[in-house]
């Protein structure tokens, strides 16, 4: 759906959205001038009914209207029913979405809180999440504070960003949330350009380790010729009879057959 001029709407409110939604919906009717009436601060102009200014008025009252009641889910039409004034409209909603007391405002602190960086989500969408919550806060009249939400932000980034969370620890800045929030967007741009270096020749990486295979103690191989153990086949001096066979070495003494003592 679009707006007159041809715009797109925001997306519709729903039950969990609602703090995103009043901020669009409040720009897309000012954009419309009527967020006045909506707001209440417009009364119905002095004059009957005909005159131009109360028609007027009562177009702007009827476009206000049409909006919100047409940017909600059907779910929420109950709420916009109560009203054919838009003011009376949008503070249902309000009081609706808004007006849960203490249990709303414990149960967005809790969600914060538990606040993760999925794998798939970049940082900036990472922290667009976490400024919802955080105007949701606000709305219930309990904002957190910039440090708050740097520490939010940091408890919630996995373990790869963890020489960044050491070195913002002295930083003069290190409680200005949109400059951590850059620092660690300046991290991600690193990391990216680091995933780049094939992985086998990252030695940071599993599979680089998983490819070099760790040297064995000669006591545990096992000669597939004789099937002693301390030495390989290719080292054995038994032949396939069973008789053992002459190995010569540069630079060493022949061993004859009779010499049973030698061990490789």
């Not at 959205?17 to 417009?42: D, T």
């Not at 909603?93 to 798939?120: C, E």
Request: charged residues 25%; proline residues 3%; hydrophobic residues 35%.
């Amino acid at each position: 759906m679009t707006n007159t001029d041809g715009s797109k709407h925001v997306a519709k409110l729903g039950n969990d959205n609602y703090y995103s939604w009043s901020y669009r919906m409040e720009i897309c009717l000012r954009k419309l001038q009527v967020w006045s009436i909506v707001e209440g601060s417009e009364s119905r102009p002095l004059g009957s009914d005909a005159s131009k200014a109360v028609k007027a008025w009562r177009i702007r009252m009827d476009l206000a209207l049409s909006e919100i009641v047409g940017e909600v889910e059907d779910g929420q039409l109950v709420h916009t029913r109560v009203s054919r004034d838009p003011s009376d409209v949008w503070a249902r909603l309000q009081d609706i979405h808004v007006s849960q007391g203490l249990g709303s405002a414990i149960s967005t602190w809790q969600k914060l809180f538990q606040m993760r960086k999925a794998p798939a989500a970049s940082i900036q969408e990472h922290v667009g999440m976490i400024r919802e919550l955080a105007d949701r806060l606000t709305g219930l009249g309990d904002p957190p504070s910039d440090s708050l939400l740097v520490a939010v932000l940091m408890l919630s980034l996995p373990d790869s960003y963890s020489s960044l969370v050491i070195s913002l620890d002295s930083h003069s800045s290190k409680n200005d949330f949109d400059f951590v929030v850059q620092r660690c967007m300046n991290e991600e741009a690193r990391q990216v350009a680091k995933q780049g270096v094939p992985a086998k020749d990252d030695p940071n990486n599993a599979a680089f380790h998983a490819n070099v295979r760790p040297r064995r103690d000669r006591k545990d191989i096992t000669c597939f010729q004789c099937q002693q153990k301390g030495h390989y086949k290719n080292e054995c001096t038994q032949t396939q009879n069973g008789s053992q066979k002459t190995v010569e070495t540069a630079g060493m003494a022949v061993v004859s057959s009779e010499d049973s003592e030698v061990f490789w």
